[in-house]
């Protein structure tokens, strides 16, 4: 059970994700990368409020 709503896409986009930002890293930097990636879904906050899906966060617009 995911804490974020998600379908096959949005694995396979935050997949891309992850392995972009921390394939360097091993495991443990793409664990970081994915939580944060969640939590920008799940945080109500001024940057990430009109965040509401893994889609919108991989392509949030910084400052808009």
Same mark, same amino acid.
């Given at each position: 059970?995911?804490?974020?709503?998600?379908? =096959?896409?949005?694995?396979?986009?935050? $997949?891309?994700?992850?392995? $972009?930002? $921390?394939?360097?890293?091993? &495991?443990?930097?793409?664990?970081?990368? /994915? !939580?944060?990636?969640? !939590?920008?879904?799940?945080? !109500?906050?001024?940057? #990430? =409020?009109?965040?509401?899906?893994?889609? &919108?966060?991989? #392509?949030q !617009?910084? /400052?808009?």
């Amino acid at each position: 059970m995911g804490v974020v709503s998600y379908n =096959k896409e949005d694995v396979k986009l935050l $997949a891309r994700l992850i392995r $972009a930002e $921390a394939e360097g890293e091993g &495991q443990l930097g793409m664990l970081m990368v /994915g !939580n944060v990636s969640v !939590n920008r879904v799940l945080g !109500n906050c001024l940057d #990430f =409020k009109k965040i509401h899906s893994l889609h &919108q966060m991989v #392509f949030q !617009n910084p /400052g808009v």
